[in-house]
């Protein structure tokens, strides 16, 4: 596959009625270990320079994608990642590895799983010279902090932890990781009304306390929105439901000035 076919993007619905534009998107597959591969969903500016590329790690047991190569996924990173791009960034939603149809817990910090991100990455390096950023929520925060310390240091501008997984996830808990390991900026991102038992906003703070040698971190708790449902599902408090377009402007705001 060329790159430019990679770039030949097939448009898509856009994704909330408060978008400015609908942007194209296109499905990527990424080889990553011997006959694996991960695929992608790219938003990709085509025109003037970028703030950075943002890949964004949902939570839950991840994401799959239909055969069509979309989503219909609400988790809080993917329905809202129409905002990332006009926010300025170019976007990468990243789906389950070809074996892993229902990440577990634990399988988030495993060797395959960061070795797998680790190709998306440099993929994504290797395509463009803009910073590169992972996002994760809910268990994707696992993912994100279990990348940031394996290559984080090496390939990362910084990585974003909303709704983080802290407690009742063995192996599969923020703070499970070497976080003291992690040495570019942190953006730690929580609502105060988030009542997931296995995220508890107060543990925000715990994160920080462990990211002792990050240059920068910052802790953002948000307010308000509505709460739907299951308290560890996507439209709960837990995702930021009513709030997106504040939360992610909270994010990529800090991200383009990274700041105590």
Not at 19 to 37: F, G, H, K, L, Q
Not at 48 to 67: A, E, H, Q, W
Not at 108 to 123: K, P
Not at 161 to 189: C, E, H, M
Request: glycine letters at 8%.
């Amino acid at each position: 596959m060329t790159i430019r076919s990679l770039r030949c993007f097939l448009l898509l619905a856009c994704l909330s009625v408060a978008s400015a534009v609908c942007s194209a998107e296109t499905m990527i597959p990424i080889p990553t270990r011997p006959d694996i591969t991960v695929k992608v969903l790219s938003m990709h500016h085509e025109e003037g320079p970028v703030k950075g590329v943002i890949i964004l790690l949902p939570g839950g047991t991840g994401m799959n994608l239909l055969p069509n190569g979309t989503t219909r996924s609400g988790n809080f990173l993917i329905r809202t990642r129409e905002l990332f791009y006009n926010a300025g960034f170019d976007v990468v939603a990243v789906s389950n590895a070809s074996d892993q149809k229902v990440m577990a817990p634990s399988y988030r910090a495993s060797a395959e799983h960061v070795a797998d991100l680790e190709a998306v990455v440099r993929y994504v390096k290797a395509h463009s010279d803009a910073p590169v950023w992972l996002v994760g929520t809910s268990r994707g925060t696992t993912s994100t902090a279990a990348a940031a310390v394996v290559f984080g240091n090496q390939l990362l501008a910084g990585v974003v932890l909303t709704s983080s997984v802290t407690t009742g996830q063995a192996g599969g808990s923020v703070l499970d990781q070497k976080l003291d390991q992690i040495k570019i900026p942190v953006l730690v991102v929580a609502h105060d009304n988030d009542t997931c038992k296995v995220t508890p906003p107060n543990a925000a703070n715990t994160i920080l306390r462990n990211l002792t040698n990050a240059p920068v971190t910052k802790l953002i708790v948000e307010t308000g929105g509505i709460s739907s449902g299951d308290p560890c599902e996507a439209f709960a408090h837990h995702g930021y439901n009513g709030i997106e377009a504040q939360t992610v402007s909270d994010i990529t705001n800090w991200m383009a000035a990274p700041s105590q």
